[in-house]
């Protein structure tokens, strides 16, 4: 195990298996976010954007991101969320591609993602389309129709990997541009943004970075490209001068120009503070122990519970930070496993997600949470009927 464990504020008696959806609160966040509201913005109240150097944070906040997906400093700007990211970056692809009316993504894509194409094609209403082959069938999907391959590097249902190196090529080659979206893989796995040559890259800071609900996204633009971007959403803080109050818009000469409007700025304190914990940690040495967790909860689930199928890779070099399996109907059996101090979610239809996050999962929490697994199908506790009451959110 990754001595991290005390890093993190966890419940006791809790075995956490959802930081793939919501990171848990580190340490330090809870003491740095009541600063940034008692002294700064309560002592210092509209001077702390230059006293706390709040307008910097952004810029801060997204160089850490940066060393943790494979990007240089300078390159990833921070804010907003995940699906008005999704749009920046896919209007932005677009009108690269001028002329070339696909969009190719993958029918396992998280909705939102599919949703905000779907949004920017009818307000464009130019003709656009949006593909969607099974995950599988994306790579021969690109052909020179298609503008921009936008894809899910993590299949946020199965945790299958998508093989970036090879998409990338292959959508280069075919005269599209790259958009990753790195929802599921950053702080799960070592990525090389730079060196797979993407243009854009945009991703979530609430799952595996433990930001906290609600945290900011990022976007990633490669800095060769970065000053031919035309931001779809001209916001003032993406401006190169927003202080001059110009009426006219001229964007910032760097990935600043992705940024729009006011930071958040107690969420981007509680991220900067979550990012300590990865100091000094290697993500191969993270993807080396999320292997071994995933593989023991695979072969001690499959052992013990003979009625639920994996509904992910079998393969570790084919999946995420995350084992899925199908059960009808798993909704019941995750809400008594939670009952039983085991969280994990549920996706519909029928599928039970569980995240391995070697920072503070380790072997033994693996094997009990199986055990609890067991007994709860075993003795058909989920049958209960205080089981089956839907929640908004699952
Ligand atoms: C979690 C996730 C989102 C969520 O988007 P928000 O705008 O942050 O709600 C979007 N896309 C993917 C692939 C995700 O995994």
């Known amino acids: 195990m990754l001595p991290r464990k005390d890093l993190f504020e966890l419940p006791e008696g809790v075995i956490y298996l959802d930081g793939n959806s919501l990171g848990p609160l580190p340490k330090g966040a809870q003491e740095r976010a009541m600063r940034t509201i008692s002294q700064e913005w309560g002592g210092e109240l509209i001077r702390a954007w230059n006293s706390a150097d709040w307008m910097s944070l952004p810029q801060k906040v997204g160089d850490r991101i940066a060393g943790l997906i494979g990007a240089a400093p300078g390159s990833v700007a921070t804010g907003d969320t995940l699906s008005i990211k999704v749009y920046q970056a896919l209007a932005a692809a677009l009108k690269m591609r001028p002329g070339r009316k696909v969009i190719l993504s993958d029918k396992g894509n998280f909705p939102t993602d599919l949703y905000m194409a ?6 464009l209403d130019a003709g656009y389309e949006l593909r969607t082959p099974a995950p599988e069938d994306v790579a021969d999907a690109i052909t020179d129709e298609v503008a921009v391959v936008m894809l899910t590097q993590v299949d946020y249902r199965s945790g299958r990997l998508h093989d970036m190196q090879a998409i990338t090529e292959k959508a280069h080659a075919a005269g599209a541009v790259m958009i990753w979206d790195l929802a599921h893989s950053a702080g799960a796995l070592p990525v090389d943004l730079a060196g797979s040559n993407a243009e854009f890259a945009v991703g979530c800071t609430y799952k ?16 060769d490209i970065v000053e031919d971007v035309e931001p779809a959403l001209a916001g003032w803080l993406g401006h190169a001068a927003p202080f001059a109050m110009d009426p006219a818009y001229s964007p910032a000469m760097s990935t600043e120009r992705l940024r729009v409007g006011t930071p958040p700025v107690v ?12 100091d000094g940690v290697s993500l191969s040495d993270i993807r080396a122990a999320s292997i071994d967790l995933c593989e023991t909860f695979i072969a001690e689930v499959e052992a013990r519970c003979p009625m639920v199928t994996l509904a992910s890779p079998r393969d570790a070099q084919q999946r995420g930070s995350q084992v ?28 039970m997600r569980f995240g391995f996050t070697p920072l503070y999962i380790d072997q033994a929490d693996v094997i009990r949470a199986a055990e609890i697994l067991e007994t709860i199908m075993t003795e058909g506790l989920w049958k209960d009927p205080k089981y089956h009451q839907v929640s908004k959110v699952t």
């Open 267 to 278: 969420q981007l304190s509680l991220l900067d503070a979550a990012l300590d914990v990865w």
């Open 118 to 123: 779907q949004g920017l094609i009818k307000t």
């Open 324 to 351: 899925s399996f199908a059960f009808d109907p798993g909704y019941p059996v995750v809400q008594a496993l939670i009952d039983h101090g085991v969280i994990g979610d549920f996706r519909a239809p029928n599928i």
């Open 208 to 223: 595996y970075l433990n930001g906290g609900p609600g945290a900011p996204a990022f976007i990633y633009a490669r800095p």
